[in-house]
C-alpha cells in the first residue's frame, strides 16, 4: 500500500508538471511579440522577459530551504494557483505597466515550481529507478512542451493572444487543487531524512566544495545566456526577418519540442551507459550548431532543421544535467542544489535577455547568433573537466 501511494504521488507531480510547463511552453512564443504590440522597445521586452530570473535569484533558495516546513504538496499546488492568476491577469492586460505587474506575479511561481518538483522527483526516488523516472518525469515535460506551442498557434489563429493568456490560467486550477489535497501524504512520504539537522548555509558550503557541480553551473551559466536571447528575441526575429505570423512561430517552437521529446526516453538509460558528461557536451553543441545556422540567413526550410536541433540538444542537456545532479548530491540538499542550479540559469537569463535587447541596437542578428553559438562551444569545453 505504502510503495502504491509513493507512485500515486510521484504520479501527481508528474501530471502537476506537465500542466505548468505546458503553459510555459504556450505563451513562450507569443509573449515577446504581445510585448511588441503593446507598444514595448525591444531593451523593454528584454527586461520584462527577464522579470522571473531577476527575482528568482533572490528568492529561489530561501523558498527552496522552507519547502519541508510546508510540504512538498502543498508547496506545489500553491505554486500553480499563483501561476494560474497571472496568466489570467496577462490575458487582462491591456498595457505595459499591467503587464509589470502580471510578470511579478507570475515570477513567484516561476521560482518556485520547477526546482521543488524535480527535487521531490529524485528524492521520492529509489537510487535504481531515479534515472527511469527522472526520464519519465522529464518525457512528460518534453510532451507538454510540444502541447503548449501547437495550442498556442491553434488559439491565437481562433481567437487572440489575450484570451489565449485567459484561457492558459484556467488550465492549471484543477491540478493545484488536486495538488494541495494531497498534503496529508507529505509527512510520511515527502520529508527529507535528518530534517532537523538541515542547514542551508551547510548545503550551498557542500555545493561550493563539490568541483564538478560548479563546473557544471559554470556550463550552464554559458547555456542560459543564450537561451535568455532566444527567448526574449527569437520570436521578433522570425517575425521581422523572415515575416512569419504568432502562429508559425509557434509552430517552430512546436518542432523544437518534438525533437526534444523524441530522445528523452532514451537518455535515462544513455546517461548510465556512457555517462552524463558526454550527453551534456553534445547537448551544447548541438544547440551551438542551430545558432550558427540562425546567423547564417539561410531559407526558412533551415530555421525549421536548426529548430530540430536546439530541441536534440536542449533534451540532451536538460535531462543529462539534471540527472548528474540527482546522483551527486545528497538527497537532503538535494532542494538547494536545485535551487542553486536555477539560479545560476536564471543569472545567465537574465543577461542574455537584458544585455540582448541593448546590443540589438549596435549589432545585427547574425553577429549575436554567431556569438552565442561560440559561447556554447567554450561552455561544452569546460565540461570536459568533469569526471564522468
Not at 523558498?63 to 490575458?91: D, M, P, T
Not at 548555509?201 to 537561451?227: D, E, F, H, Q
Not at 502562429?247 to 521529446?261: D, E, I, M
Not at 540527482?326 to 538527497?331: D, L, P
Amino acid at each position: 500500500m505504502k510503495i502504491l501511494m509513493l507512485r500515486k504521488t510521484i504520479v501527481a507531480i508528474i501530471l502537476g508538471a506537465s500542466s505548468y510547463w505546458l503553459t510555459i511552453h504556450l505563451i513562450a512564443p507569443i509573449f515577446p511579440i504581445y510585448l511588441v504590440d503593446l507598444g514595448a522597445s525591444k531593451a523593454e521586452v528584454g527586461f520584462i522577459v527577464a522579470i522571473p530570473s531577476i527575482l528568482s535569484i533572490f528568492l529561489r533558495i530561501p523558498v527552496a530551504s522552507r519547502v519541508h516546513s510546508i510540504g512538498r504538496f502543498k508547496f506545489l499546488g500553491i505554486a500553480l494557483i499563483i501561476s494560474s492568476i497571472s496568466l489570467i491577469a496577462y490575458g487582462l492586460a491591456r498595457v505595459i505597466p499591467d503587464i509589470y505587474i502580471a510578470r511579478i506575479i507570475h515570477s513567484i511561481s516561476i521560482a518556485s515550481f520547477g526546482p521543488v518538483a524535480l527535487a521531490s522527483i529524485s528524492v521520492l526516488s529509489s537510487d535504481e529507478e531515479r534515472a527511469k523516472i527522472m526520464s519519465i518525469y522529464l518525457t512528460a515535460v518534453a510532451v507538454a512542451m510540444i502541447l503548449g506551442p501547437i495550442l498556442a498557434g491553434m488559439l491565437v489563429a481562433l481567437l487572440n493572444i489575450p484570451l489565449t493568456f485567459t484561457i492558459s490560467g484556467f488550465m492549471l486550477i484543477p491540478i493545484s487543487i488536486m495538488l494541495i489535497s494531497l498534503g496529508r501524504y507529505d509527512k510520511p512520504y515527502c520529508s527529507i531524512k535528518n530534517g532537523s539537522n538541515f542547514s542551508l548555509r551547510k548545503g550551498l558550503k557542500l555545493l561550493v566544495s563539490k568541483w564538478a557541480y560548479m563546473l557544471l553551473c559554470i556550463a550552464t551559466l554559458s547555456y542560459s545566456l543564450t537561451l535568455g536571447f532566444f527567448r526574449a528575441f527569437f520570436p521578433i526575429y522570425a517575425k521581422e526577418v523572415y515575416l512569419l505570423t504568432a502562429s508559425f512561430v509557434s509552430f517552430l517552437y512546436a518542432v523544437r519540442a518534438c525533437s526534444n521529446a523524441v530522445v528523452r526516453p532514451i537518455l535515462g538509460a544513455l546517461c548510465r551507459k556512457i555517462g552524463s558528461r558526454i550527453i551534456m557536451i553534445s547537448g551544447l553543441l548541438l544547440v551551438a550548431s542551430s545558432y550558427y545556422i540562425f546567423s547564417l540567413n539561410l531559407p526558412l526550410y533551415a530555421i525549421i532543421i536548426a529548430m530540430a536541433l536546439f530541441g536534440l540538444g536542449w533534451a540532451f542537456y536538460a535531462v543529462a544535467s539534471i540527472i548528474y545532479i540527482g546522483y551527486a548530491i545528497e538527497s537532503e540538499y538535494q532542494d538547494i542544489a536545485m535551487a542553486l542550479y536555477f539560479n545560476i540559469y536564471d543569472i545567465g537569463s537574465v543577461v542574455g535577455s537584458t544585455l540582448g535587447g541593448i546590443i540589438l541596437y549596435y549589432l545585427s542578428y547574425n553577429m549575436i547568433w554567431l556569438t552565442l553559438s561560440t559561447l556554447l562551444v567554450i561552455g561544452s569545453l569546460v565540461l570536459l573537466a568533469m569526471h564522468k
